[in-house]
């Protein structure tokens, strides 16, 4: 797997000043002329109150004083933080905010973009990852809702039964593929990666959330688009 200094040295082919601080990593880019703010976490980060209030601090601050500067999420997460200390000062309501500061980016102008560089699980990659317009991940990177083994341990079914199962369901399979495949991330990242985020960045800020239609276009999630245009076309006035 990639680290993080790799990583953005292949995006931006060196021309960035990413950078490390109190478990956080921000900073800004430059590919074909134009600036990327960058924000995320490394070493699989847990992300508990404090760490979700960091990040969403630094989106903020793009938001105020860059207006309109796309910005990239690099996710490296474990999951939420699940300490006694985080649940009792809410980390769901921070997790939350994060999110929530995201979607204020979007409707501000900001063309957001998250790449799966090492780990993504759980609560942690739904706010840091899955609020972008688009999701890429590299190719050996690792994406799952759960671990099996713990999801035996919680449905109660061998894990002989699950595995499986994850052989033909993409929603419950972990790895890149079956998230692509369910139509979460929109491709995976292959070199030159810095061709990849150009690519990417001439996509328009705040397009339509086409992730169930990719699903069912891919068989990952064969009703769920269908069921959604079913309500969204009930829901027209008459």
Known sequence: MLDWKTLCDRLFLGDHDVMLEDGVLHGSGNIGGRAVAVVGTTEHAAIGAQLAMKLAARVLAVVREHPGRPILALVDTQGQQLSRFDELIGNNACLAHLAKCFAVARQRGHRLISVVYSEAVSGGFLALGMLADETYAVEDAQIRVMALPAMSRVTKLPLEQLEELCRTTSILGPGVANFVALGCVEDIWQEPLDACLAA???????????????GAQRGGRIAAYDVTERVRNCAQPA
């Not at 001439?202 to 169930?212: H, I, L």
């Open 200 to 214: 990417a960045l001439e996509k328009p800020a705040g397009g339509a959330d086409r992730r169930a239609e990719l």
